[in-house]
């Protein structure tokens, strides 16, 4: 058991740039999540894959943003025109089923300038 | 008003201590009850995971949930200086697959 894995762990760029994070969940789950997470607050649930298919979006999850799961194993999360409120940690996390525990990756930390 | 709400902390408690951590909720439909440790710039580690009412152990870590009033509780024994972090509970309903956070206490244990 290897753990989520999430690259690049730090992301800094200008304000109205793209930038897209990957995460790899633990092998055998099939259901993978992203999260936001700002200071001094709990993570957010922003969408679910259910193998490859994306199953809930969030209202936080604007049509800037897009996610990914091709064969269903690792995901992408895609930001375009990046906005200073889009600066925050966010976090993949994966189970191995419905109400089984999820497991969190240590987090991409993206830094508007 | 938040879905789950968390003593806000920060606690400060010397090492051998216990802590006690406490949530709220408002969602009945919650099942399923978790807490979760989190180092700085680390992701959230799972210490707990528990489905509705009673109490579970692991270690030095205690669990508890009561429904009824919809009020969860981790306590920690005999706290160390690498217990210092901020506590996150998290909860879900049976058909859930989202997590709702409370916004976390920060716990810090001096040697």
């Known amino acids: 058991d290897t753990g989520v894995s999430q690259n690049p762990r730090h992301k800094i760029t200008k304000r109205g740039q793209n930038v897209t994070f990957r995460c790899d969940p633990i092998?055998?789950?099939?259901?993978l999540y992203w999260y936001r997470q700002t200071l001094g607050q709990g993570p957010e649930f922003l969408t679910y894959f259910q193998n490859e298919a994306q199953l809930e979006k969030s209202r936080l999850l604007s049509d800037r943003f897009s996610a990914e799961r091709p064969k269903g194993s690792f995901s992408t999360l895609e930001i375009q025109r990046t906005e200073q409120g889009d600066s925050a940690m966010y976090l993949c996390a994966s189970s191995q089923g419905r109400n089984q525990p999820q497991h969190f990756g240590d987090g991409t930390r993206l830094s508007i300038l | 008003q938040k879905e789950v709400e968390q003593d806000p902390g920060p606690l400060s408690v010397p090492e051998g201590a216990i802590v006690s951590l406490n949530c709220t909720y408002s969602?009945?439909?919650?099942?399923?009850f978790m807490w979760y440790r989190q180092y700085s710039r680390k992701g959230p580690e799972l210490l707990m995971y528990t489905y509705s009412s009673g109490n579970k152990e692991d270690g030095r870590f205690t669990a508890q949930v009561d429904k009824s009033s919809k009020y969860i509780s981790l306590f920690i024994r005999d706290s160390q200086p690498s217990d210092s972090a901020t506590y996150l509970c998290?909860?879900?309903?049976?058909?859930?697959?989202?997590?709702?956070f409370g916004a976390g206490t920060t716990v810090t244990v001096r040697a």
């Open positions: 998290a909860m879900s309903g049976s058909n859930d697959y989202k997590l709702s």
């Open positions: 969602n009945s439909a919650f099942q399923y």
């Open positions: 092998s055998e789950h099939n259901r």
